[in-house]
C-alpha cells in the first residue's frame, strides 16, 4: 500500500485554504506515479495547500508542507542529497520519515524534536498518487478493472480546468451534453438521443445509475459506431467512474450483433483551489484486437479539452449544492442526486 502515517503536528499553513474537514479528510490525486522520480523535488497545489512530492531512493513516495519549520522556506525550492530533502535557506536536511537530521551551522548538535518535516498520508494506487491532508476516514476507492488482466489501462491528462472541480465531475457523469459537445464523437446534433428515464442509488461505493442507453457515432479509439449503455458512479465528492457496456452499430445507431464490450474510466480530480482543479484519467478496456494506447489516449484529449471548455463557461463557479439556484430535468438526474448528495455530506468549500 506503500501508506506513510500523518503527522500529528500541523504546521502554520493549516489555517490557510479550505478547511472542510469532508475534503480535508480524503484522498486526493496530485499525479501520476510516473510524475515523480528520486533525486527531484516537485511543488504541487492541493485545497490551496503548497505541498512537495518526492521520492526516496527505496522507491517510496513522500507527500509533505511545502514548508522548512525553521524560518519557513519553501522545500520546494531546495534540493535532495543523500536521500534527504535539502532546505534552500540554512540547509537543514530532512530524512525520509521528516525528522531533521542535520543542521549544518551546528553539524555537531543533535536537531531539536521539533525539527521536522510536516508529512501526510501517500499512497500509489491505479498509476497516480494519492494524499490526505487530515485523517482519512475512507480507503482509496476501488476501480474494479485495474487488477483484471482482461483489461488493457490506458492513463490519459493531466487536464488543467480553470473551473470548479465538482463542475467537473458532474460534467463527467452527464450524458446528455454529449450530441453537442461531442458532437460527430459520442452523439450526432441533429439526432440527439432521447434518454429514457433511469434510477440512481446510493450505495456503498457511493452513488450508481441504472444504464444509460446513447449512440456514438464514433464510440472508441477504433472509429466504430456503438451502442453504449453507461452505469455512473461517484466513489468520493472528486472521484467518478463509468462502466459502459459496448455494443457494434450501424451509423444509423441500429446493433449489428449481440457481442458487448467494456469500457470503463477512473475519473479523479486535484481540486487546486475552488474554482481550479486538474483531470487525470485511467480508461480500461477488454475490446479485442486491442487498440493503440496512443489513439485512445488522443481521443481522450478530445473528449475532455471539449468538455474543459464548456465546464470552464459555467456560472456561478462554484457548483449550487441547493438545488433552487439551478433548473433539474429527469435527464440530470445523476447530476441533482450527486448535489444533494455533496450537501448531504456536509461539503461548504467549493459549493453554494
Known amino acids: 500500500m506503500n501508506l506513510i502515517a500523518v503527522s500529528s503536528h500541523q504546521p502554520v499553513t493549516a489555517e490557510d485554504g479550505c478547511q472542510d474537514p469532508v475534503l480535508l479528510n480524503d484522498w486526493h490525486v496530485v499525479g501520476y506515479s510516473t510524475d515523480f522520480v528520486a533525486g527531484t523535488v516537485y511543488p504541487v497545489r492541493l485545497l490551496e495547500r503548497e505541498l512537495i512530492v518526492w521520492r526516496s531512493a527505496d522507491g517510496q513516495v513522500h507527500v509533505w508542507e511545502d514548508l522548512c ?42 536537531p531539536m524534536k521539533k525539527a521536522k518535516a510536516f508529512p501526510y498520508g501517500a499512497v500509489e494506487r491505479y498509476g497516480f498518487v494519492w ?6 476516514e475512507t480507503d ?28 467537473a465531475v458532474e460534467n463527467f457523469i452527464d450524458a446528455s451534453h454529449f450530441p453537442f459537445v461531442h458532437a460527430g464523437l459520442n452523439g450526432v446534433m441533429d439526432k440527439p438521443d432521447r434518454l ?6 446510493e450505495v456503498d461505493t457511493g452513488l450508481r445509475s441504472s444504464e444509460v442507453r446513447v449512440f456514438q457515432p464514433w464510440g472508441d479509439a477504433r472509429g466504430m459506431p456503438l451502442v453504449a449503455f453507461y452505469t455512473y458512479h461517484t ?11 459496448t455494443q457494434d452499430a450501424d451509423a444509423q445507431g441500429q446493433v449489428v450483433n ?18 481550479n482543479c486538474i483531470v487525470r484519467i485511467c ?14 489516449s488522443s481521443r481522450a484529449d478530445v473528449v475532455y479539452g471539449q468538455d474543459r471548455g464548456i465546464v470552464e463557461s459555467q456560472r ?16 440530470d438526474l445523476m447530476g441533482q442526486r450527486y448535489r444533494s448528495w455533496l450537501r448531504n455530506k456536509g461539503i461548504r468549500y467549493g459549493v453554494i
Not at 489501462?153 to 480546468?161: M, R
Not at 458487448?260 to 474554482?275: G, I, K, M, W
Not at 456561478?316 to 435527464?331: G, K, M, N, V
Open 283 to 296: 480508461a480500461a478496456m477488454n475490446v479485442s484486437p486491442r487498440p493503440d494506447p496512443a489513439l485512445v
Open 131 to 136: 494524499t490526505c491532508l487530515g485523517q482519512p
Open 316 to 331: 456561478p463557479q462554484r457548483i449550487p449544492a441547493d438545488l433552487r439556484y439551478e433548473l433539474h430535468h429527469r435527464t
Open 235 to 245: 466513489f468520493r465528492p472528486l472521484v467518478g467512474y463509468f462502466s459502459k457496456r
Open 196 to 201: 429514457e428515464p433511469y434510477t440512481v442509488e
Open 69 to 110: 519549520i525553521h524560518r519557513g522556506a519553501r522545500l520546494s525550492k531546495g534540493w535532495i542529497s543523500n536521500d534527504a530533502v535539502v532546505c534552500p535557506y540554512h540547509g537543514w536536511n530532512y530524512d525520509s520519515s521528516g525528522a531533521c537530521t542535520l543542521m549544518p551551522a551546528a553539524p555537531d548538535e543533535p
Open 258 to 275: 449481440d457481442h458487448s464490450d467494456t469500457f470503463t474510466t477512473l475519473f479523479t480530480v486535484q481540486p487546486v483551489d475552488a474554482v
Open 140 to 167: 482509496i476507492p476501488v476501480f474494479p478493472e485495474w487488477v483484471d488482466e482482461a483489461f488493457m489501462k490506458v492513463h490519459s491528462g493531466p487536464y488543467v480546468y480553470a473551473a470548479n472541480g465538482f463542475r
